[in-house]
């Protein structure tokens, strides 16, 4: 993969550019927290930011969306797939890691139809993490660094340049559509490493996993019996906080609607969310995740053990939203890793 160097006083002219085709969403300030949003000329791009808020999961699979539309005269449907071009800029590589992560899952069984078209009209640019989220623990997570998912790779290497890494053709296109920008030099790639090397190593210096991720799996078929369910739940909401924000969530729902005169009508998805009490209620009144500790439970499972039976991954990134979001501070996949690990009594 080539790379490449941009400076500052080129981005607005190639911003400019790509907006004549693509929706352009950058990393922005919106008072305590960072947003990825429409960009608008001149405004400004938070190139530091810790963690965007709206998980990036959003912009490929939204909250809400319409799947098809139907006739009840004539029992017609149309599929309904709104999916228009954009592109994500400033993708740290955890988010690059669950969109990854997303493609899989949604390709499993039958292919999701929605996501794949929303997911091939979209273009990611990564950003090397400049700060870390004070709840992150994305390096102890394998989700410090992608190999691929990126469309281009950009690396803050001074206060006006950067480093750009290309990763798809479509990438190098854009990265040239206001004409050809300077080759790296070995120097200029060095320190775009070591910026990165500098970031890691911060983020290894807070919110330490205390035993090789690798383990977690394990530590967790030996935890279904654990205490800790019962003892952390007592004061979960079932909000599904921790649900929404996780970018590597992805349940939803489907419902019908139909208009008054039962002549037309809808069917739609919404997010939902392990968490809620309804996610596992099924006909007859009943509901196999009755308990908030059973729901808690299967909550931590899968981001350690379910998705890793899948995908041979861990099904969290690190990225520290859910502990940021949840209001009785208890979803913390981190602090039940470690509690877990100190507590079974496995082989170290
Ligand atoms: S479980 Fe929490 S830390 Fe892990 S990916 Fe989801 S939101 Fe991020
Ligand atoms: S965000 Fe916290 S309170 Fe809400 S469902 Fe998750 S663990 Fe429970």
Redesign the pocket.
Known sequence: MSAHVVYLEQLPSLFEKWKEKFKLFVPQKKGDYYLLQEYERGQEICFDYDVIYNPIKSFLFPSYETLLDFDLKTYASKPVVDAEPQILFGIHPYDIKAINQLDQLMEMGSVDVNYRARRDKTVIMGLEPLRVAKTAFWSFMDAEKVDFGFDLFWTKIGPSAFVVEVGSVLGEELLFVNGKVDVATAAEKEVARRKHQEIVKKAKMQNVLKFPNTDIPKVMAKSFNSYVWIEKSRK????????FICPTCYCFDIQDEVDDLLKKGKRYRTWDGC?LRSFASIAGGHNFRKQVFER?RHRYMRKGRYIYDLLGELGCVGCGR?IQ????R??NPLEIFNFLWEDVSYEK
């Open positions: 979960c909401l079932s909000c599904g906080s921790c649900n968490m808690y859910c979001s949840c209001p009785a208890i979803a």
